[in-house]
C-alpha cells in the first residue's frame, strides 16, 4: 500500500490541516489587530458630534508642549457619561503627541484617602488638572448649563481645553489683593476676618496670590491680571487713588471691591473713581422685612440675580443664593454717560420688601423718605441692587471692531468671603464667577454647548405586569414549546 494511503500518513495531514487553520486564524486575528491599533477609522455619527472635539481643540492639543493629568473624582450617585467620553477623547487626540501627552486617573477620594491627600483633592466631583507644579479644579457642575436643576447642555469641551491652556501656560495669572488700609488679607487664618480658603481655592484654580501696599510701591505691577480690595477700613490718599483710576482707564486693568457699610466712599477716596465707573455706592445698611430674606443671625440672603451675565450664572443655573453680613446698596448711576462706551450691569438684588436704611447707626430702622429705595424704571425693577458689574468697551481709531476696555465689579458686602462665611452655597461661586470675568477666563474658548438628549421609558402598572409574565412564563414556555417540536419531530 502506497505510504500516503496509510492511516499514519492520513493522521498527519489531519494534524498538519488543523495547526495550519490554526495558524492561519491566530494570523488573521492578529494583523487585522495591528491594522486596527495603527490605522485605525473612527467615525462620529451621533447627531451633535456628542464623541468628537471641535478643530479649534484639536488644534490645540497638537501643539501642546508639556504633559497634563487629569485627575477625576467621581461618585457613584453622579451619572456623568458625558465626562468620561470627553476626556477619552481628549486621551485619544493626544496620543501621537510624545510631549504633550494628556492622561486621566480616576480615584475614590473615600476609599483611596492617601492618594487624594498626596494630589491635594478633599471633594468628590472634581477634576483636578495637573501639569508640572501648575493646577486647576474644575466641578463637574460647570461642566453643564443647568435650568432648575436640570442638565440642558454639556460645555465640558469649553471648560477642560480652557483649564487644559491654563495649566500648560508658561506663568500664572497673578492676582494682587491690596493691603495697608484695613483690607481683609488672603494670608490671615482668622474665622471672621481671615481669607486664607479664598486664598486657597483660587490657587488650586493656578492663580499666583499676592499682596500689595500702594503706599510702599508706589506703582501697580505690569503683571498684575486683577486688583481685589476687601472691606478697606482707612482712607486711599489721593496718590494711590489716581494709581487705581490711571490703571482702570488706562490700562484696562480689571478690580474687584467689596465695600461694606460703616465707611462712605467719599470717606474712603473711591468716589470718583466709581462714578468714572457708573457706579453709586450709598452710605446705607439694607434692611429686609421678608422672612426669608433674613436668617436668625440677621445676614441677608439674596436670591435676585441677572440671568445673563457669566458672573452670576453659575447662581442662576443651580439655584443657589448669596449669604452676607450687613450690606450697603450698589447701584448703577442713573446719571452716567452713556457715550463713553460704559456698560453697568446690576448682578444681584434684594427681595422687594428691602430698603436702604440711611440713618442706621440709630436703631431701630424705620422706613422714611429720606431711605434708598428702588429707582422706576432703572433695573432691577422694585429691588435694590447689592452687587455692580460695570465694563467699559469703545472703539478707537474708526477700527471696524470694539477694543475691550477694563471691567469693575462692587459688591456691597465685605465678609461674604471670609474664611467663616465662604462656605455658603453661592458665596464662593459668585466671587470666582467675577474672578473668571474680570481675567477673561469665560470667553477664552468659543465652541457652542452640546445638548443633552434624554430617552425616556414610560410603562403603566399594567405594562409592567404583562412584562413580568412574559419574563417569568413567556419565555419559559417558548423555550418548552420549541423542546416538544424537536422531540416530536426526531420521532416521526
Do not use: C
Not at 453697568?344 to 434708598?372: F, K, L, N
Not at 425616556?456 to 414549546?481: E, H, I, V
Amino acid at each position: 500500500m502506497p505510504a500516503f494511503d496509510s492511516f499514519r500518513a492520513a493522521r498527519w495531514v489531519r494534524t498538519l490541516n488543523l495547526v495550519l487553520q490554526a495558524v492561519l486564524f491566530l494570523t488573521f486575528f492578529g494583523g487585522l489587530n495591528y491594522v486596527a491599533r495603527n490605522h485605525a477609522w473612527r467615525f462620529d455619527l451621533t447627531q451633535h458630534r456628542r464623541f468628537s472635539l471641535s478643530p479649534e481643540t484639536v488644534s490645540y492639543l497638537k501643539a501642546l508642549a508639556q504633559p497634563v493629568q487629569i485627575v477625576v473624582t467621581l461618585s457613584e450617585n453622579n451619572d456623568s457619561p458625558e465626562v468620561r467620553g470627553l476626556l477619552h477623547e481628549y486621551v485619544h487626540a493626544t496620543e501621537t503627541n510624545a510631549v504633550g501627552r494628556i492622561t486621566t486617573e480616576f480615584i475614590d477620594v473615600y476609599q483611596d484617602r492617601r492618594k487624594a491627600e498626596e494630589l491635594g483633592i478633599e471633594q468628590p466631583n472634581v477634576l483636578v488638572l495637573r501639569s508640572g507644579d501648575k493646577r486647576r479644579a474644575v466641578t463637574i457642575d460647570e461642566l453643564y448649563q443647568v435650568k432648575n436643576r436640570v442638565r440642558q447642555a454639556f460645555r465640558g469641551e469649553q471648560v477642560v481645553t480652557d483649564a487644559i491652556l491654563d495649566v500648560s501656560r508658561p506663568a500664572r495669572q497673578r492676582i494682587y489683593f491690596l493691603v495697608g488700609h484695613g483690607e481683609l488679607q488672603p494670608n490671615d487664618v482668622d474665622p471672621a476676618r481671615g481669607l486664607s480658603v479664598l486664598r486657597d481655592e483660587l490657587r488650586v484654580r493656578n492663580f499666583a496670590v499676592n499682596t500689595i501696599e500702594l503706599s510702599t510701591t508706589r506703582k501697580i505691577p505690569a503683571d498684575v491680571a486683577l486688583l481685589v480690595a476687601i472691606a478697606p477700613q482707612a482712607a486711599y490718599p489721593p496718590a494711590e487713588q489716581e494709581l487705581l483710576r490711571q490703571y482702570l482707564s488706562v490700562n484696562a486693568g480689571r478690580l474687584i471691591l467689596l465695600l461694606p457699610p460703616g465707611r462712605s466712599v467719599a470717606w474712603l477716596g473711591l468716589d470718583e473713581l466709581l462714578l468714572d465707573w457708573g457706579v453709586l455706592v450709598d452710605n446705607d445698611v439694607v434692611v429686609d422685612t421678608d422672612p426669608h430674606s433674613i436668617t436668625d443671625d440677621l445676614d441677608l440672603i439674596v436670591r435676585a440675580f441677572d440671568e445673563k451675565h457669566p458672573v452670576t450664572q453659575t447662581l442662576v443655573n443651580n439655584d443657589f443664593a448669596l449669604r452676607f453680613g450687613y450690606t450697603r446698596t450698589v447701584r448703577p448711576d442713573p446719571g452716567r454717560s452713556s457715550a463713553t462706551g460704559l456698560t453697568v450691569v446690576p448682578i444681584a438684588a434684594t427681595s422687594t420688601t428691602a430698603w436702604g436704611e440711611v440713618a442706621y447707626s440709630r436703631p431701630p430702622p424705620v422706613r422714611d423718605a429720606s431711605d434708598i429705595r428702588p429707582l422706576k424704571g432703572i433695573p432691577p425693577e422694585d429691588r435694590l441692587a447689592v452687587a455692580v458689574a460695570s465694563e467699559r468697551v469703545s472703539v478707537r481709531d474708526n477700527l471696524p471692531f470694539s477694543v475691550r476696555g477694563g471691567r469693575l465689579v462692587v459688591f456691597g458686602a465685605g465678609d461674604f468671603v471670609s474664611n467663616q462665611r465662604i462656605g455658603y452655597l453661592g458665596n464662593m461661586p459668585v466671587f470666582l464667577g467675577a474672578v473668571n470675568w474680570t481675567v477673561d477666563r469665560e470667553q477664552q474658548i468659543n465652541v457652542a454647548p452640546r445638548p443633552i438628549q434624554r430617552f425616556q421609558l414610560a410603562l403603566s402598572s399594567g405594562d409592567f405586569m404583562k412584562l413580568r409574565y412574559a419574563l417569568l412564563l413567556g419565555l419559559p414556555g417558548a423555550t418548552l414549546l420549541m423542546g416538544l417540536i424537536v422531540y416530536w419531530t426526531r420521532r416521526t
